[in-house]
């Protein structure tokens, strides 16, 4: 039995595999192969995106140079051509200031000279400084040498300084008179009169501050620079740094025309005082010290800018190699490596006799135009970024990197640094790309085929199950009915045929016969009665007539006849009555049935117990039915299963007790036509209760 329902089954499985699943799974794959499609061209789409938003973020940057290039080239019009090649220009250097990505300015003559502009450059080349070194110092130089004489070979001090004090009144001009007034503190400072040196310098620093003496040094810086080491002899550290403070504020800025020797010298002996002071640890030299430091760090960063735009003025030869015509070059802008530095610059169109030009700053195109015009883009385009070098060197990136992503490389036209910037897609798996509006709709077929082939599984597996089930429930339940049928018309007929044939001599022993007759007829009635009104109220039809009456008779009644028909195997039941009852809505012969149904359970399924009790009451608007046994019991699992047709609960026991698995199904039914309700309380080998709830006024 149990291989052809699991034959059945696995037949009705394979028909739904070949009619749903087969179709739906090629279905499937076909819908999957499309979304990979799909996905392939939003890759295909997004690696577009990204060569655009790449090219996009050049012509940003090559628009924001030309226009500074274009604003550059109104106010060179009306500059004059320079004629020194470290040259000053107002002008040019409101125009530097403001736009902080020229790094320079510079002109080239129509000969390939370069000139450059004077913009905050902390020294120039030694040089340079010759020039102006002749003329100045031959002067005084015969009237010093006597002094000189004195001080280096006598050693004489007071006499040299006697000497430097006599010739101060009598020179004329700035120049001589710095350079005396230096000598004087000198000497003072080596016959030890540290107080009256300061005062020298300060003097000094204070009228000749610019002056520049002994081969180009300027004179203010000397004096701050000596005045300082003298504070330090007299071991007083804080006006020695705020000295070397001072110092430093002027080289910074640039006030000393100073040459580059000169420049690394002071830069050193700064930083020797420094150093010597470094570990003072008194509050005030504690904060001066750190103010200093950042002080020195920004001087060595203009020192560094100062050598990078000299260095390009230096190596000026390979200008004009670069300005020949390129057709990809049509805006006059070029690259060029000087000393392992790379120069972007640009080229104005000029007459005859030069050109001006802008050297740009890359460091400060890239931290600004390019991360602006790629943080611009990549809001409107999504994707994370990286800008390398042309040695593959990382110079700026996104905060995020995907790994597995391929980027797309644009590089920067020969125009612009000779970087490369790499766009990464932002992350789009299979299904995130595909999600997008108007990209779904294979994914929606797959999906949808998925869901469909789900539920068709599960609703095709219930129903099947359902079926075999009910199939498996209505061959017991024919089973079990014609067994039901087959032993009381066998001993009916068998009794029948005694009394016909007069084989039952004794009056007692026939009464007891026919007794016995009527009782298995009526036991068959009643299990036709069961069978008729099961299937009538399983196609809807069964009929019901309340009436509104005592429903104390009807129970008493049944409960009766039960006790009588029970007698002789013992059986006790008990009806309790507390009080009288009020009158309900109820069908008679449904009741009736309720109750033939719940005592024939509690009697069949009684076990060694005899003692049934049968409460009725009623409770709020309720008439309360209830029927208590001390018998078998059943299982907590199977409390609501037995409501269910055909359901019999315990295999063992339903292969010693007659039934058909219809009888509490019959009267729940019944139960619930009057709006009442069945419920059971049972535990195994102690009995059970079924306790019916009817309301008063029905339905
Ligand atoms: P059956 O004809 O099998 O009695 P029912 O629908 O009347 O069919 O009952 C369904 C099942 O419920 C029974 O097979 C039995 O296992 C269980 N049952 C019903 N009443 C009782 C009871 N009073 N005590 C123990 N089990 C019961």
Same mark, same amino acid.
């Not at 004059?80 to 510079?106: E, M, R």
């Not at 991360?371 to 800008?387: G, M, P």
């Not at 897609?425 to 797959?446: M, N, T």
């Given at each position: 039995m149990k291989k052809k329902e699991e034959v059945k089954r696995q037949r009705?499985?394979?028909?739904?595999?070949?009619?749903?699943v087969l179709p739906c799974l090629i279905l499937g794959v076909l819908a999957l192969r499309? =979304?990979? &499609? *799909?996905?392939? !061209?939003?890759?295909?789409?997004?690696?577009?995106?990204l060569l655009e938003a790449g090219q996009q973020i050049i012509r940003e940057t090559d628009a924001y140079l030309i226009s500074i290039e274009n604003s550059f080239s109104e106010i060179t019009d009306s500059t004059a051509i320079p004629c020194i090649? =470290?040259? &000053? *220009?107002?002008? !040019?250097?409101?125009?530097?200031?403001?736009?902080?990505?020229?790094a320079g300015i510079f002109f080239l003559s129509g000969s390939g000279v370069p000139f450059l502009l004077n913009n905050g450059l902390l020294y120039v080349p030694d040089d340079f400084m010759a020039v102006a070194d002749i003329e100045g110092s031959s002067a005084i130089q015969s009237v010093m040498e006597k002094g000189w004489q004195t001080e280096f070979r006598e050693n004489n001090y007071p006499k040299a300084l006697k000497y430097y004090e006599h010739i101060l009144p009598n020179v004329m001009g700035e120049q001589s008179e710095a350079e005396i007034l230096n000598a004087i503190a000198r000497v003072l400072k080596k016959m030890k009169q540290d107080d009256k040196a300061i005062e020298t310098y300060d003097l000094i620093w204070n009228d000749y501050s610019q002056v520049l003496i002994q081969n180009n040094i300027p004179s203010g810086a000397v004096a701050l620079l000596e005045k300082s080491h003298l504070y330090l002899n007299k071991k007083d550290t804080i006006s020695a740094l705020k000295t070397v403070r001072l110092l430093m504020s002027q080289m910074q800025k640039p006030c000393w025309k100073m040459g580059y020797s000169y420049f690394a010298y002071f830069q050193s002996k700064t930083d020797e005082i420094i150093s010597r002071c470094d570990n003072s640890c008194n509050e005030e030299s504690g904060s001066l010290l750190e103010w200093i430091h950042s002080l020195k760090d920004s001087l060595s960063l203009s020192a560094k800018h100062t050598e990078y735009l000299l260095a390009f003025l230096g190596n000026s030869e390979i200008i004009p190699g670069n300005i020949k015509p390129d057709s990809e070059n049509n805006n006059h802008r070029f690259k060029t490596l000087i000393n392992g530095k790379s120069y972007l610059f640009s080229l104005l169109p000029g007459n005859d006799k030069g050109k001006w030009g802008l050297i740009m700053d890359p460091g400060?195109?890239?931290?600004?135009?390019?991360?602006?015009?790629?943080?611009?883009?990549?809001?409107?385009?999504?994707?994370?970024?990286?800008?390398?070098?042309?040695?593959?060197?990382?110079?700026l990136k996104s905060?995020?990197?995907?790994?597995d992503k391929p980027p797309v490389n644009t590089v920067f036209p020969s125009n612009l640094p000779p970087w490369s910037l790499i766009l990464y897609p932002e992350d789009s798996g299979l299904f995130v790309s595909l999600l997008r509006p108007g990209k779904s709709?294979?994914?929606?077929?797959?999906?949808?085929?998925?869901?469909?082939?789900?539920?068709?599984?599960?609703?095709?597996?219930?129903?099947?199950n359902n079926e075999l089930h009910l199939s498996k429930m209505k061959s017991y339940f024919i089973s079990t009915v014609s067994h039901e049928f087959k032993s009381p018309l066998t001993s009916i007929r068998q009794m029948a045929e005694m009394l016909v044939h007069g084989r039952v001599p004794s009056p007692e022993r026939q009464q007891k016969y026919y007794t016995s007759i009527l009782k298995q007829s009526e036991r068959l009635s009643h299990l036709i009665d069961n069978i008729l009104d099961f299937s009538k109220m399983e196609e809807g039809q069964k009929l019901f007539h309340f009436e509104k009456a005592d429903i104390t008779p009807v129970v008493s009644d049944i409960v009766e006849s039960f006790q009588q028909h029970t007698v002789d195997q013992g059986f006790h039941?008990?009806?309790?009555?507390?009080?009288?009852?009020?009158?309900?809505?109820?069908?008679?012969?449904?009741?009736?049935?309720?109750?033939?149904?719940?005592?024939?359970?509690?009697?069949?399924?009684?076990?060694?117990?005899?003692?049934?009790?049968?409460?009725?009451?009623?409770?709020?608007?309720?008439?309360?039915?209830?029927?208590?046994?001390?018998?078998?019991?059943?299982?907590?699992?199977?409390?609501?299963?037995?409501?269910?047709?055909?359901?019999?609960?315990?295999?063992?026991?339903t292969q010693t007790v007659k039934g058909s698995g219809i009888g509490l199904t019959i009267v729940k039914q019944i139960v619930e036509a009057h709006n009442g309700t069945i419920d059971v309380e049972s535990e195994v080998g102690k009995g059970s209760r079924f306790t019916v709830r009817i309301p008063l006024h029905g339905i």
């Amino acid at each position: 039995m149990k291989k052809k329902e699991e034959v059945k089954r696995q037949r009705i499985i394979i028909y739904y595999a070949l009619a749903i699943v087969l179709p739906c799974l090629i279905l499937g794959v076909l819908a999957l192969r499309g =979304i990979k &499609n *799909d996905q392939a !061209l939003v890759e295909r789409e997004q690696r577009r995106n990204l060569l655009e938003a790449g090219q996009q973020i050049i012509r940003e940057t090559d628009a924001y140079l030309i226009s500074i290039e274009n604003s550059f080239s109104e106010i060179t019009d009306s500059t004059a051509i320079p004629c020194i090649t =470290i040259f &000053n *220009d107002s002008l !040019l250097n409101h125009f530097n200031a403001q736009h902080q990505v020229v790094a320079g300015i510079f002109f080239l003559s129509g000969s390939g000279v370069p000139f450059l502009l004077n913009n905050g450059l902390l020294y120039v080349p030694d040089d340079f400084m010759a020039v102006a070194d002749i003329e100045g110092s031959s002067a005084i130089q015969s009237v010093m040498e006597k002094g000189w004489q004195t001080e280096f070979r006598e050693n004489n001090y007071p006499k040299a300084l006697k000497y430097y004090e006599h010739i101060l009144p009598n020179v004329m001009g700035e120049q001589s008179e710095a350079e005396i007034l230096n000598a004087i503190a000198r000497v003072l400072k080596k016959m030890k009169q540290d107080d009256k040196a300061i005062e020298t310098y300060d003097l000094i620093w204070n009228d000749y501050s610019q002056v520049l003496i002994q081969n180009n040094i300027p004179s203010g810086a000397v004096a701050l620079l000596e005045k300082s080491h003298l504070y330090l002899n007299k071991k007083d550290t804080i006006s020695a740094l705020k000295t070397v403070r001072l110092l430093m504020s002027q080289m910074q800025k640039p006030c000393w025309k100073m040459g580059y020797s000169y420049f690394a010298y002071f830069q050193s002996k700064t930083d020797e005082i420094i150093s010597r002071c470094d570990n003072s640890c008194n509050e005030e030299s504690g904060s001066l010290l750190e103010w200093i430091h950042s002080l020195k760090d920004s001087l060595s960063l203009s020192a560094k800018h100062t050598e990078y735009l000299l260095a390009f003025l230096g190596n000026s030869e390979i200008i004009p190699g670069n300005i020949k015509p390129d057709s990809e070059n049509n805006n006059h802008r070029f690259k060029t490596l000087i000393n392992g530095k790379s120069y972007l610059f640009s080229l104005l169109p000029g007459n005859d006799k030069g050109k001006w030009g802008l050297i740009m700053d890359p460091g400060y195109l890239l931290n600004n135009a390019i991360h602006r015009s790629i943080l611009k883009n990549a809001e409107e385009s999504n994707f994370y970024w990286e800008v390398a070098d042309a040695n593959g060197e990382l110079l700026l990136k996104s905060e995020y990197i995907p790994e597995d992503k391929p980027p797309v490389n644009t590089v920067f036209p020969s125009n612009l640094p000779p970087w490369s910037l790499i766009l990464y897609p932002e992350d789009s798996g299979l299904f995130v790309s595909l999600l997008r509006p108007g990209k779904s709709l294979f994914l929606y077929i797959f999906i949808g085929i998925v869901i469909i082939l789900a539920c068709g599984l599960f609703f095709t597996l219930q129903t099947v199950n359902n079926e075999l089930h009910l199939s498996k429930m209505k061959s017991y339940f024919i089973s079990t009915v014609s067994h039901e049928f087959k032993s009381p018309l066998t001993s009916i007929r068998q009794m029948a045929e005694m009394l016909v044939h007069g084989r039952v001599p004794s009056p007692e022993r026939q009464q007891k016969y026919y007794t016995s007759i009527l009782k298995q007829s009526e036991r068959l009635s009643h299990l036709i009665d069961n069978i008729l009104d099961f299937s009538k109220m399983e196609e809807g039809q069964k009929l019901f007539h309340f009436e509104k009456a005592d429903i104390t008779p009807v129970v008493s009644d049944i409960v009766e006849s039960f006790q009588q028909h029970t007698v002789d195997q013992g059986f006790h039941i008990n009806l309790v009555i507390p009080d009288p009852l009020p009158d309900v809505v109820f069908d008679r012969e449904a009741m009736e049935q309720v109750m033939h149904n719940l005592l024939d359970n509690a009697c069949k399924y009684s076990g060694d117990s005899r003692k049934i009790e049968v409460h009725l009451l009623s409770k709020g608007n309720k008439i309360i039915i209830s029927v208590r046994d001390n018998g078998v019991g059943i299982r907590k699992e199977d409390h609501d299963k037995i409501f269910s047709r055909f359901y019999r609960a315990g295999e063992e026991l339903t292969q010693t007790v007659k039934g058909s698995g219809i009888g509490l199904t019959i009267v729940k039914q019944i139960v619930e036509a009057h709006n009442g309700t069945i419920d059971v309380e049972s535990e195994v080998g102690k009995g059970s209760r079924f306790t019916v709830r009817i309301p008063l006024h029905g339905i």
